[in-house]
């Protein structure tokens, strides 16, 4: 089968399949319309095999229930007696530029001035980085791996 062939073929299936959505979807048949009658509730035959009966609040609070399936008890925070660990600092990279210097200090890029773990950046050098938390100035280097 050549390829015009085959193209002809699609083009008539296309059209057939347009024609047939056109007719079926074009909304323009008569509707028959079906009466059906609604239905209808008798309150008396549905109250007379219900018992009547008052429930009494009192009596069903006064009751020891036991404990209550969705609590979860109070929270247990475990305090450690160590003493307060000082924060890590990873210099994984140094952007360096006359204008405007940064590091990557724990997988985020800083400048001189900001603030990562309570440490102000104090300066960005071509191979470290400076830091100052609380009066105490840490100097970062960067690692590199022999191979």
Do not use: C
């Not at 830091?131 to 690692?143: N, R």
Request: charged share 25%; hydrophobic share 40%; aromatic share 8%.
């Amino acid at each position: 089968m050549d390829t015009k062939k085959r193209q002809r073929i699609i083009y008539v299936i296309f059209i057939a399949a347009v024609i047939w959505g056109v007719y079926n979807l074009s909304g323009n048949k008569p509707r028959t319309q079906v009466d059906v009658p609604r239905p209808v509730a008798k309150l008396d035959a549905i109250r007379t095999g219900i018992k009547t009966e008052s429930i009494n609040i009192e009596k069903y609070s006064a009751l020891e229930w036991g404990r209550d399936p969705f609590y979860r008890g109070p929270k247990h925070i475990i305090l450690s007696a160590v003493g307060v660990t000082q924060p890590v600092w990873t210099l994984s990279g140094i952007l360096f530029d006359n204008n405007s210097p940064s590091a990557i200090i724990n997988k985020k890029i800083v400048r001189g001035g900001d603030i990562i773990n309570g440490a102000r950046v104090v300066q960005v050098d071509k191979e470290t980085v400076t830091l100052d938390k609380d009066g105490l100035q840490f100097t970062l280097t960067i690692i590199k791996e022999k191979s």
